[in-house]
Nanobody, 124 residues
Framework: QAQLVESGGGLVQAGGSLRLSCAAS????????MGWFRQAPGKEREFVAA????????TYAASVKGRFTISRDNAKNTVHLQMHTLIPEDTAVYYC?????????????????WGQGTQVTVSS
């Protein structure tokens, strides 16, 4: 069974940076999209960023475009989310997701495997 484990979350001041990592095991995702989603308290889970199977195409939510960068290393079965210029509105639990499609989908229905999440808290 596939397992996704996120790491790298924490507490950071506004304007700071964090790098999230997701390690996959039990299954290779090299032929499928990987994504990051987040859920803030009292809100629904929302799309953050996605990357195609090859890493050649990426998609971002408008709220993070220009500040976040998603990348992947298929040899290591890992995906990363580099976050810069963090703002308090970025505070949420961030989830790594493994897709069932090869392209960088922003739709949750295109993701089958989910990690447990890592907390990111941005203080003002």
């Amino acid at each position: 069974q596939a397992q996704l484990v996120e790491s790298g979350g924490g507490l950071v001041q506004a304007g700071g940076s964090l790098r999230l990592s997701c390690a996959a095991s039990g299954r290779t995702f090299s032929s499928y999209a990987m994504g990051w989603f987040r859920q803030a308290p009292g809100k629904e889970r929302e799309f953050v960023a996605a990357i195609s199977w090859s890493g050649g195409s990426t998609t971002y939510a408008a709220s993070v475009k220009g500040r976040f960068t998603i990348s992947r290393d298929n040899a290591k079965n890992t995906v990363h989310l580099q976050m810069h210029t963090l703002i308090p509105e970025d505070t949420a639990v961030y989830y790594c997701a493994g897709g069932r499609v090869p392209y960088d989908s922003a739709q949750q229905r295109d993701y089958v495997y989910w990690g447990q999440g890592t907390q990111v808290t941005v203080s003002s």
